[in-house]
């Protein structure tokens, strides 16, 4: 029965976290629609992907604060879902001749993604109650994520071909995880008395800012890091279209079958993301950053569809890595009634830097550089430098966070033996 309980664990956490992506499906069809309105910028363009980014700002954050205390799991899962679903599919319904109506339409979906956006890694910790098997399912969840990506995106290439607003009917699939959150997910009872170390208040009567002020510090440098590395890879996925078709490789069909070839690297490197990371330890975030950096200075050399592709391939390798890596540096920091916060902080970060991703681009366009690959060689500067950074900082002691976390834990344990 205990493993039956966490296999369905794990089936409703992959499940429900192809409703945590989403907002890049669009990517290989962003050259079609902007064909279709030639007086656009294309940083104006970038939006439909972006603004999702911009709601999970907010909203992986509230998400994260919420869930537990004020709303239970399964009812922000249900809801998140379901606009998602409604917001995702707008578009394609009555968005033909506007392009401003789909970015407001992207809003609505941008709060269902945001929301699962901050409970997409962070829910494996109510689903999933083994350690052992939780650690390889972190992994799994961006798995699932990619997995569903290179479904999407071939659709939306299809799609679009066809009429580019069709492309949005591809977020029909959140249907699919919608059914399964009613059906297999527990109702897990909220956590209002819970307390995370001696001291604080309970969880249920901590207002926000306590919330976010009582978390570590190695929180917030592990979400400034996801942010900058979002940032800098962000301009490339975006401009995958662009690329292929500048290059004439092709069309948007083409541009949704070479997203396949990263959304394999993906798969691969979420299943692979646990032995990695516990191989090389302090250099798990360095590898990552070393091979997307690498990724990008290739596309500046390849002159073949088939080569672009194999860069995308291992290019998804690369970008699985390291948000995961980031919660796992600080989860032992965090207590496990406060990790929603702390991931919901750093999905918030991811969110913010693959927003940036839109000025980054507006900057060189401003520039008279209108190149798809002119981020490329700035950013994979940046990955190196953050990559020796992320070495520097996975050596550092743990801190006071663990110890006080600790020194409760005793505290208890000292009382009950009394």
Known sequence: MRKQKAWIGVFVLLAANTAAAGAEWCTSALATISSNFPDVPYSVITLINNIPNLCAIVFAILAGFHVGRKIKLKTMMVTAISLFVIGGTLPAI??????????????????????MQGICVSMSYKLITNKGLRTHAMGWTQSAQYGINMIAQVAVGILAATKWNYSFFAYLWGLIPLVIVIIF????????DAEAIEGTPRLGDEPLFKSIKNLPGSVWAFSIFV??????????LLNVSTIIVANGYGNSVQAGTAMVFFSIGTIIGGIFFGPYAKLAKNFTLFGYMLLVALCFI?????????????????????????????????????????????????MAGVNLGAFLATPYIAIYEAAGNTSPTATLIPSACILVVMGIISVVLLKKPEGKAQQKQLNYKQTRLHKQHI
């Open 185 to 192: 997910c527990p109702d897990f009872p909220l956590n209002k």
């Open 94 to 115: 009555t968005a033909t001749t506007s392009i401003y109506l789909v970015l407001v339409e992207r809003l609505v979906f941008g709060i269902g993604y945001g929301t």
């Open 227 to 236: 942010a900058l590395f979002l940032m800098c890879v962000y301009p490339f």
């Open 298 to 346: 290739l596309t500046l050399f390849v002159n073949s569809y088939a080569a672009f592709c194999a860069i995308l391939f291992v290019c998804g390798l690369g970008i699985t890595g390291p948000i995961p890596s980031c919660m796992n540096a600080y989860s032992s920091h965090v207590p496990e009634n406060r990790f929603f916060i702390a991931s919901g902080i750093t």
